[in-house]
């Protein structure tokens, strides 16, 4: 609105997921910054921390342990399914789950809870 245009680049489909009507209007009419913290509260923002570089890298540290199959799988899940029917989501998470079981990945991120690790494969996606 700064600029005399309005949202784009899926930004009016990205906040109408995230905040109600009134509140995206507000934001988009006014152009008002908004701290960290309110943009905590308006779940625009996962969290809001002191040290946001030692944060991501927690978070990137917790998921480069897993699968990394598992992990693009759940990706891949929430992404095709977030707006999707009941019936549409749990046939997806149906096939993929079909798709990770008995493979090396699922097996040495399965043994890792029993102490015993074995190294992570580099594989490609089954699911386009």
């Given at each position: 609105m700064n600029?005399?245009?309005?949202?784009?680049?899926?930004?009016?489909?990205?906040?109408?997921e995230l905040v109600p009507i009134d509140v995206a209007k507000e934001l988009t009419m006014t152009g008002r910054v908004i701290s960290g913290d309110e943009a905590s509260e308006l779940n625009l923002v996962t969290r809001c921390v002191e040290?946001?570089?030692?944060?991501?890298?927690?978070v990137a540290r917790a998921i480069i342990c897993r699968s990394p199959d598992s992990v693009a799988a759940s990706k891949q899940l929430f992404q095709r399914n977030w707006a999707a029917n009941d019936q549409k989501c749990l046939e997806l998470e149906t096939s993929m789950q079909k798709d990770?079981?008995?493979?090396?990945?699922?097996?040495?991120?399965?043994?890792?809870?029993?102490?015993?690790?074995?190294?992570?494969?580099?594989?490609?996606?089954?699911?386009p």
């Open positions: 600029k005399g245009l309005i949202p784009d680049m899926s930004g009016s489909v990205t906040l109408r040290n946001p570089i030692e944060e991501a890298l927690a990770l079981i008995g493979t090396w990945n699922q097996l040495s991120a399965s043994l890792r809870n029993f102490g015993v690790t074995l190294p992570y494969k580099n594989t490609k996606p089954t699911h």
